[in-house]
């Protein structure tokens, strides 16, 4: 996933495009398993929003940590992105796993959006990493 993310180049972060990766597994290169996304991208605040999307048949296999890992890495220490923020349904406790696990800390506010996991309205957590 790290070479396909530096295909993508910082231009289109300059643009706040919204960016989706394809998620593949070393063993299964031809199969998408998940994405990636990367959008909402504030130049002033140097700050941008992460999520991803794991198919079903593959939770529970760290696959997740990983790629939040490797968004991590490339957005703090290729893109220079200071601030990284993603927002997690309360009941998703898998993901706020795999967020913790990467350094992000649960904020004591949560928001509320619409047309969320096919909910019309719903209350998310949201979850900061700063780099140090």
Known sequence: MLAAIRNLGG???DKKKLIIAGIYL???PDKLI???EMFDYKKRMNQITIGYRINESYWHRGIATDTVKLMVE???NEMGIQTLKAFVMPENIF???ALIKNGFIKE???VQEKNWGGKETVDLNVFTYAVQ
């Open 34 to 36: 998940g994405l990636a």
């Open 74 to 76: 490339y957005l703090s």
């Open 95 to 97: 993901s706020e796993k």
């Open 26 to 28: 070393c063993e299964e």
């Open 108 to 110: 004591s506010d949560s």
């Open 11 to 13: 231009r289109d972060f």
